[in-house]
């Protein structure tokens, strides 16, 4: 499944490469809309140059995680809400190749996971990531710099102070040794996986 997923990804960002290799008149600003595993965003782009744009986004996101990790030998459903705002910076280092991106910034905001077991609706933890700047760093594809409809792909990773673990406190029974665990795990580490998607309209 992540090798399908993957070679969609790329099949995606050269086609988009492809697609939008074409001259078109530079644009100064553009707006649009993202989606991330970190839910929705808007988005207002400032060109400085055909190699620099300065972005700031706002967005969110509240519903079920497509995750059911297991510890201790339960599944736990997760409901996921966030909030934030972010400014980025993205540099076209190749003058012939401007669909190519580097990107960097930081954002500001919380992301709040509620963990329940499957078996026990009262068996309840929390992995919150709430005050922390989030830098971030990644390379993208598309989103030139040229007025009209623009597509982009970006793949990166925020660094976070990693998420506080706890137990929920009407869980009467808390187990140390599952705390441990989502503290452990991967999904609520100080480094978190970014895949967005980009549509937006330059002017």
Request: proline share 4%; charged share 15%; glycine share 12%.
């Amino acid at each position: 499944m992540k090798k399908t997923i993957l070679l969609l990804i790329t099949v995606f960002a050269i086609s988009l490469a492809n697609a939008q290799n074409e001259t078109k008149e530079f644009a100064n600003y553009s707006v649009g809309v993202s989606v991330s595993p970190f839910g929705g965003s808007l988005g207002f782009g400032y060109n400085l140059s055909p190699k620099t744009t300065f972005q700031a986004s706002i967005g969110g996101f509240k519903g079920s995680a497509p995750i059911s990790p297991e510890y201790g030998n339960d599944d736990y459903d997760v409901e996921n809400s966030s909030s934030w705002v972010g400014m980025f910076v993205n540099h076209r280092p190749f003058e012939d190749s401007d669909w190519f991106r580097v990107g960097t910034g930081f954002g500001v905001g919380k992301i709040q996971n509620e963990l329940t077991n499957k078996n026990n609706a009262s068996d309840v933890y929390h992995a919150n990531y709430e005050g922390n700047i989030v830098a971030y760093v990644g390379v993208g594809v598309g989103s030139r710099p040229v007025k009209g409809l623009q597509f982009g792909l970006d793949v990166g990773v925020l660094s976070t102070g990693g998420a506080t673990v706890f137990a929920d406190r009407d869980n009467l029974a808390p187990k140390n040794t599952i705390l441990n665990e989502i503290e452990d795990d991967s999904f609520f580490g100080s480094l978190l996986p970014n895949v967005q998607l980009n549509i937006s309209w330059g002017f």
